[in-house]
């Protein structure tokens, strides 16, 4: 029975990763069609969306079998209640890049100053989303901390962006529209920061079974 149980454990681990990667894919994707103005990747990066919803659908299914058909140790059992969490803010990435590729669809190609202190934002975003799921595989409480930490960088970039978008407005009333899809685009980066965060609060508690909100 214990086997099984290990088997069905491996396999929640597999499709986390699996969903953590898509969520990379996705972000990054959002990334380039923002940078290059490429509007097609921008709809492949909409269309991504229905894939990590699904993923999301078959993990959580996974977790209720193994709650409901087997009787999971305390260790085990926070596992999966951090997985059921995690796979929510993965979700919640996915949407988040798509709605910045829905943006981008809009600005057909517009530039304008900003646009590179975004791009480190974005880096910086998509290096908290992947350290998250690494640390999970690896039950990296370190690993975990430190993407925790990079919160506040990320949180420093928008401000600067943030500051930035309103002087550009001030200067130049034309592009006032066009800098506040920016700012947009600068929250959803965010945003994603702070799922990733969550991500590795989830992971800390499935290995200490501490959480800050516990």
Not at 76 to 89: F, G, H, Q, V, W
Not at 150 to 161: A, G, M, N, T, W
Not at 181 to 188: P, S, V
Request: charged share 30%.
């Amino acid at each position: 029975m214990r086997n099984r149980f290990d088997a069905q454990l491996f396999e929640l681990n597999r499709e986390i990763i699996e969903m953590g990667a898509m969520c990379e894919e996705a972000i990054a994707a959002a990334v380039k069609a923002l940078s290059s103005g490429d509007i097609a990747l921008a709809e492949k990066v909409k269309a991504s969306g229905g894939a990590i919803d699904q993923m999301e659908r078959d993990i959580e299914g996974r977790c209720m079998k193994l709650l409901l058909h087997q009787q999971p140790v305390a260790r085990d059992l926070r596992l999966i209640s951090a997985a059921l969490k995690m796979i929510t803010d993965m979700e919640r990435i996915g949407d988040q890049a798509e709605d910045i590729a829905e943006i981008v669809t809009f600005l057909e190609g517009h530039t304008m100053e900003g646009m590179e202190l975004i791009e480190e934002m974005a880096r910086e975003t998509i290096e908290m989303v992947t350290e998250s799921v690494d640390a999970f595989v690896k039950k990296d409480v370190a690993l975990a901390q430190k993407v925790i930490d990079q919160d506040d960088i990320v949180d420093d970039y928008f401000s600067k962006v943030k500051r930035g978008i309103i002087t550009l407005i001030a200067e130049n009333h034309t592009d006032g529209e066009f800098a506040l899809d920016l700012l947009m685009i600068a929250k959803y980066f965010e945003r994603i920061g702070d799922h990733a965060t969550n991500i590795a609060e989830w992971v800390i508690y499935s290995v200490t079974g501490k959480h800050k909100e516990v």
